[in-house]
């Protein structure tokens, strides 16, 4: 069955520290590939997407994510966090299942930034 | 400005009492979506539509209807019959069914 895994519930890091925000996947192929953000009480804003081609991708507010097939794998990162970046993280699988397209999202990874 | 609109933000309803929550996009968007989202959980899909007049269940549709009589509105109903609807409901759409999905601001439901 089509899965998405986000290992980690929270994740603190100081401000200014690198940061990445771990999402697996399970897939029968080459799936699309997503991560939102979601501040508290809002809908969710895409980030970055992996459709096909260069598997490091380049999103809005300086985040990219390597989609790695190998490890079915789609990693989130960015090299130095600002306490804006405090919000919820969502990775999601696009693909076929069921004969529809559908997105399959991952429960989520709260980030707290310390100052 | 182009986007989805969810109205009311926050609606309160007591037991037993259909509800229907607004979604109205301008994005001229083919396919729109409906999704629940509980606390420590992603979003789980409860329906969608990839086109006027024609819409299928998602994961967890049991309580819950909508319909699709305009291209730009996708009204989703409570019923009754949904056992715990107290959650977080965004709607979504995408130019395509396989385009990535732009989300509305949400409609948080509390059943008293």
């Known amino acids: 069955a089509q899965s998405v895994t986000q290992p980690d519930i929270h994740i603190t890091v100081s401000e200014g520290a690198s940061l990445e925000l771990r999402c697996n996947y399970s897939y029968g192929a080459t799936p699309y590939l997503f991560w939102y953000v979601q501040s508290p009480g809002q809908g969710l804003q895409l980030l970055l997407k992996?459709?096909?081609?260069?598997?490091l991708v380049q999103g809005i507010k300086g985040f990219e994510a390597e989609f790695k097939r190998s490890q079915s794998s789609f990693n989130l990162r960015k090299p130095s966090v600002h306490w804006s970046d405090a919000a919820e993280y969502f990775c999601a699988v696009g693909g076929l299942m069921d004969s529809s397209y559908k997105l399959i999202f991952g429960s989520g990874t709260r980030l707290l930034v310390r100052p | 400005d182009g986007g989805i609109t969810q109205s009311p933000k926050y609606l309160f309803r007591k037991e037993g009492q259909n509800v229907t929550l607004s979604c109205e996009q301008n994005l001229n968007h083919d396919a729109m979506y409906w999704y629940r989202q509980d606390p420590g959980q992603g979003l789980r899909l409860i329906y969608y539509s990839q086109i006027v007049n024609d819409f299928q269940k998602g994961d967890i549709a049991e309580g819950y209807s909508v319909s699709r009589e305009k291209k730009e509105s996708f009204p989703l109903t409570v019923t009754s019959a949904q056992k715990n609807p107290t959650a977080f409901y965004l709607c979504?759409?995408?130019?395509?069914?396989?385009?990535?999905?732009?989300f509305g601001p949400g409609t948080r439901l509390t059943v008293l």
């Open positions: 992996y459709f096909s081609g260069d598997t």
């Open positions: 979504a759409s995408s130019i395509s069914a396989t385009g990535f999905q732009f």
